[in-house]
């Protein structure tokens, strides 16, 4: 019997258990010298100049969006194939997000949607790298430039991705990069996040953001340094970090990275084999441009079938496969439709939900697996539809 196969999943193994208890026995078991030692190793695979670590994906994009600078009734350009997370740290500094409509291949914002909605308030834009197949980032920055506006790249999905051969994370095409390390992203520190960026005033923003808004090193002081035990709180930040104890397991995960990215290459790669031209479903689509990391492989229900996506999705979970939905449009969501988001807005991106189902995808499934969800979806649809 195969047990219960999840959308995703971590890897672990002994070098990361050894990682986490050699700091367990350690001086610091946070605020130590982990910490800067994974921001080291993580912006020098991303070919980086900085990296700052939090205790979440979302508190690095709360971070990120306050350290370019976008602050209350500011607007902010993003898409609505997203976790909620990307949207809402927008929220939490009072500025406003407006949904672009999303690619129907790979549910990527769609570039040539985004000038339309420019106004005078919009300060930033927030493309989101959606299952790991990096957003037309050229096209992107071009916008931006014209219009003066900033770039966070929400990379949670794409860590280990590239775009026309540059690293997604060198932020060669924006202000500052995201990832998360929720244990179903590329690597885990159970939870965990980090900012990206090549600005020198966006890291010192990032680093007081993620500690109060407190600095201690005097050639920043604004009052005069009052004694030895003197620090400075010059605006309001918050408790973001990370502990040690994560950085030890998040630098031991790193190592193996490409790994991880190799191995969901090549379980893409059977299933792309199994389900090519199949009459049911439309598989993921990798862009000339683009070295996509698969955080997930999502499929979308063709014709046929979209109107059966609740009885295939509940026939696939009864079959032990942890399917999953990704993602439901973040305007849909009650409180978004309390404040002015209305159902409509996005039709592509509505499609596209009423379409996409995840399959199981992650770096320690075995063949077994592969071959059991492969197996379960064609006897599955083929149940569905006799
Ligand atoms: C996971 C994720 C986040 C949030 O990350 P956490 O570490 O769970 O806080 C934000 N955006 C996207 C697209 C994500 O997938």
Redesign the pocket.
Known sequence: MIKYIPYGKQYIDQDDIKAVEEVLKADFITQGPKVPEFEKKLAEYCDAKYAVVFN??????HAAYFAVGLKEDDEFITTPI??V??AN?GLFLRAKPIFIDVEANTGNIDASKIEGKISSQTKLIVP?H?AGHPCDMEKIKEIADRYGLSIVE?A??ALGAKYKGSKIGSCKYSDAT?F???P??HITTG???AVLTNRDDIYEKLLMFRNHGVTKEEEKFVKMKEGDWYYEMQFLGFNYRMTDIQAALGISQLKKLDKFVERRRKIVEIYNKAFDYNPYFDIPVEKDYAYHSY?LYPIRLKNNYKDKKKEIFQLLRRKELGVQVHYIPVYMHPYYQQLEYREGESPVAEEFYKREISLPLYPAMTEENVNFVIETVFNMFKEATK
Do not use: I, N, P, Q
């Open positions: 979440s994906g979302t508190s690095a994009l997203t976790f997370a990307t740290a989101v959606y929400d949670c999905h995201v998360s390390f929720h179903v992203k939870e965990g996040g955080h």
